[in-house]
Nanobody, 126 residues
Framework: QVQLVESGGGLVQAGGSLRLSCAAS????????LGWFRQAPGKEREFVAF????????DYADSVKGRFTISRDDAKNMVYLQMNGLKPEDTAVYYC???????????????????WGQGTQVTVSS
């Protein structure tokens, strides 16, 4: 079992920055990848970013490329999402997720993830 707890959400003006944190506990050594997803009101949850555990490979949704950066600190069992240049359309609940299964390609699909945090709200005002 892996437990994930997000923090760092809040209200920010457009153009501002936030850093989300996700604290992992439990059998964290079994995680192949860690990801961030988000769900805006009235919309389905969507992929934001992922980072592979063994080679630090990362990928991002096109909508956040160049603005968001995912990183991890294994010593602290943490994963972060640095969000710069925030836009009102980034408003959503952001979820941290952990995948324990191996996939050769991208980890951009929800079904690839086994554990989820409770989410943290990010609101960007215009």
């Amino acid at each position: 079992q892996v437990q994930l707890v997000e923090s760092g959400g809040g209200l920010v003006q457009a153009g501002g920055s936030l850093r989300l944190s996700c604290a992992a506990s439990g059998r964290t050594s079994s995680n192949y990848a860690l990801g961030w997803f988000r769900q805006a009101p009235g919309k389905e949850r969507e992929f934001v970013a992922f980072i592979r555990r063994r080679n630090d490979l990362t990928d991002y949704a096109d909508s956040v490329k160049g603005r968001f950066t995912i990183s991890r600190d294994d010593a602290k069992n943490m994963v972060y999402l640095q969000m710069n240049g925030l836009k009102p359309e980034d408003t959503a609940v952001y979820y941290c997720a952990a995948a324990v299964g191996y996939f050769a390609g991208s980890y951009s699909r929800e079904v690839q993830y086994d554990y989820w945090g409770q989410g943290t709200q990010v609101t960007v005002s215009s």
